[in-house]
């Protein structure tokens, strides 16, 4: 999917079919890059990101799990999940997105929407 300023919401809905509680959300928004700048649900932007197949999710998922506290017990198959990220990447962007947003949220940074935006930017706001 091709994204710029121009992106509108009715657009994105149509193309990517979210989920109720984003839907309802994004229809407050006329274009995607306001809704992208007003979001603060990291599981949202990240469903979005998943749907553009934005490179770069794997590292983040390993971020995400070097910033769980070392003394506590990982979700035991977050490892799992992580090589089969890695395994997938090149070949099935939605399939390793899924595993990426899984491993967010079993290491809670899926709260960390400030993370995930510096990361990405705005991948709705046309480069000038």
């Known amino acids: 999917m091709s994204t710029d300023a121009e992106t509108s919401v009715n657009e994105f809905i149509l193309k990517t079919n979210p989920f109720s509680l984003l839907r309802h959300y994004l229809e407050k928004f006329t274009t995607m ?3 992208w700048e007003e979001c603060t649900i990291g599981d949202w932007l990240l469903w979005c990101l998943a749907k553009l197949e934005v490179s770069g999710l794997v590292e983040y998922a390993q971020w ?3 910033q769980y506290p070392k003394h506590s017990p990982v979700y035991p198959g977050v490892f799992d999940l992580l090589s089969q990220a890695e395994a997938l990447e090149t070949r099935d962007k939605p399939t390793t997105s899924l595993y990426v947003l899984h491993i967010a949220c079993y290491t809670d940074q899926v709260r960390n929407v ?3 935006k510096r990361r990405w ?3 709705f706001r046309k480069e000038n």
Request: with cysteine; glycine share 8%.
């Open 33 to 35: 890059e306001e809704a």
């Open 64 to 66: 995400c799990i070097e």
């Open 114 to 116: 400030a993370e995930i």
């Open 121 to 123: 930017g705005n991948p």
